[in-house]
């Protein structure tokens, strides 16, 4: 997993070189991704720290690519009609690949929309076995971006998300089963801020 993720990372980097408008640079990230399953709820609170990226056509282009990589911890909570159940925390992977959308508001301030896939890879555990869960999603962003200087961005915005597939992974000892969820319903929203250098 951590090579296909240098690799890209690798990738974007070598694209963003291409074109006449990108910034990258890091954010810090609150989410939360729930998903339903039958008779129970699994909900993830994440806080990430995440390399952030945008790369557009051209300097006066409204159209591009947004990506996110980010590392953390999540807070697993699992939910059933009779009891709630908290975790301790566990490692988060997050991460995003979108087309977005800018529109200059004036010299100093830019608004960015965004839509395309989102990953999030979270654990939760009992006293007898350790899920892994592996959601893929449908998210969206909603950002502003604010000049600094000439070359420093600060970033700030939301996401929102709704889950398409989610398989998990059950370790019990020795032995491990990997299942898709029947998804009955799932949602995600977070916040993130960040600074970033355009090029």
């Known amino acids: 997993m951590k090579r296909y993720s240098l690799v890209f990372l690798l990738s974007l980097a070598t694209v963003s070189l291409a074109f006449a408008s990108s910034y990258v640079g890091g954010s810090l990230s609150f989410m939360q991704d729930t ?3 039958d008779n129970y709820k699994v909900i993830f609170n994440q806080g990430a720290i995440s390399i952030e990226g945008a790369t ?15 590392f953390g911890t999540s807070t697993p909570k699992f939910v059933t009609s009779i009891l709630t159940l908290e975790g301790d925390p566990k490692s988060v992977l997050t991460g995003s690949l979108m087309g977005t959308f800018r529109h200059t508001l004036n010299r100093d301030w ?7 896939y989102g990953y999030t890879q979270s654990s939760y555990e009992d006293s007898t076995s350790e899920t892994t869960s592996r959601i893929s999603k449908v998210e969206a962003k909603v950002g502003a971006v604010y000049e600094v200087g000439n070359d420093l961005l600060l970033l700030g915005g939301v996401r929102f998300s709704i889950p398409f597939r989610v398989s998990t992974t059950t370790k019990s000892g020795s032995s491990s089963t990997t299942d898709t969820v029947s998804l009955e319903s799932g949602s995600g929203f977070g916040t993130y801020v960040g600074l970033a250098f355009q090029y």
């Open 35 to 37: 998903y339903s399953e």
């Open 56 to 70: 557009y056509f051209a300097a006066s282009e409204h159209f591009g690519l947004t990506y996110q990589f980010g």
């Open 110 to 116: 830019t608004l960015e929309t965004a839509l395309g």
